[in-house]
């Protein structure tokens, strides 16, 4: 079995020269470099990843924890955006899918206790904050909501002031009979939260929306079109461009006229069905928490969501 002591034996260099070439550390002479690389060649030896890892104390493996990474634009711009940093930054990143299981994502905190990665990222949770909190001491912990927690670093979007200007553009159209879209009706839910918050603020607290959760896709929401007819709705504030493709599609079949529709997103979809949306930046915000997830500081950055008329 080669080792790295054999190496050192046929190169003619000292265990700890073949150690630092191994490990690319730079006080090692080219020569001695090539030459234990050519030997490492001829033996097809591969270093132990554990052990670099162990020697380095460090996996160069990101985690996030994400509730579903396809079934709403929200999440897949993010991870689009926490992919392409990983790689600008050559680190492996994890996809860890919760479905919003607590015991899931009691599991991953554990993972990050035991190495698995350096870095743990939520994007969206169940679990609450002061248990994430205390696994921080086990590597940086970055929650993509606003957290009020000296041991977790937070990168959200603020979606208050592009949601009160959406609402106040609606009701400025005369529109009063709002049906909301979620994926969760959860005050976990820093988007049900903040939406629901905006939405009394600029209509106040005895007009009632009808609410429906439980859509991510522009199927669930076309499955829900019974619902949106049991109210006499003049506006659909959709959570995506791609779920309002789910609203058109009902009302087109059924023939009947499509009331105010807002997408969210900025999406392809919004643009050819010409509807306003919210830019919630989220391609954006998995750059920003994926470098966040590597620095050493404990910080805040927020991100501005915006309204887009159309």
């Not at 090692?28 to 591969?46: F, P, T, W």
């Not at 996996?59 to 396809?70: D, N, W």
């Not at 905190?109 to 679990?127: K, M, N, Y």
């Not at 976990?188 to 609410?211: C, D």
Request: charged share 25%; with cysteine.
């Amino acid at each position: 079995m080669t080792n790295i002591r054999k190496i050192a034996k046929l190169t003619g260099y000292s265990v700890s020269s073949v150690s630092r070439v191994i490990n690319n550390h730079p006080h090692v002479s080219e020569e001695a470099r090539q030459k234990i690389l050519q030997v490492m060649e001829e033996l097809d030896y591969r270093p132990n990843i554990l052990a670099q890892e162990l020697s380095s104390g460090s996996t160069r493996r990101v985690g996030v924890v994400i509730p579903h990474t396809t079934l709403h634009p929200y999440f897949s711009q993010l991870l689009n955006g926490l992919l392409d940093a990983a790689m600008d930054h050559n680190y492996t990143l994890l996809i860890l899918p919760s479905r919003y299981d607590i015991d899931l994502e009691k599991y991953y905190l554990e993972q990050l206790r035991g190495r698995a990665f350096d870095s743990l990222i939520f994007t969206s949770r169940s679990v609450d904050i002061e248990t994430i909190a205390s696994y921080a001491k086990y590597g940086n912990i970055v929650c993509c909501e606003e957290v009020q927690n000296p041991n977790l670093s937070s990168v959200y979007v603020s979606r208050t002031h592009a949601c009160k200007t959406a609402f106040n553009w609606i009701k400025d159209q005369g529109k009063s009979k709002i049906a909301l879209l979620f994926t969760r009706k959860d005050l976990k839910s820093s988007t049900y939260r903040l939406t629901m918050e905006a939405y009394k603020e600029v209509f106040g607290e005895k007009t009632e929306p009808l609410i429906l959760d439980g859509i991510s896709t522009g199927e669930d929401a076309y499955e829900q079109g019974d619902s949106l007819l049991e109210q006499d709705l003049d506006c659909i504030f959709s959570n995506g461009d791609d779920v309002a493709t789910g609203v058109v599609r009902y009302y087109q079949e059924k023939n009947l006229e499509l009331p105010l529709l807002i997408g969210q997103e900025k999406q392809l979809t919004g643009e050819v069905l010409g509807i306003p949306t919210i830019d919630n930046k989220s391609y954006q915000l998995g750059q920003e928490s994926f470098k966040q997830a590597l620095s050493d500081e404990k910080r805040t950055i927020i991100l501005q969501s915006e309204f887009i008329i159309r």
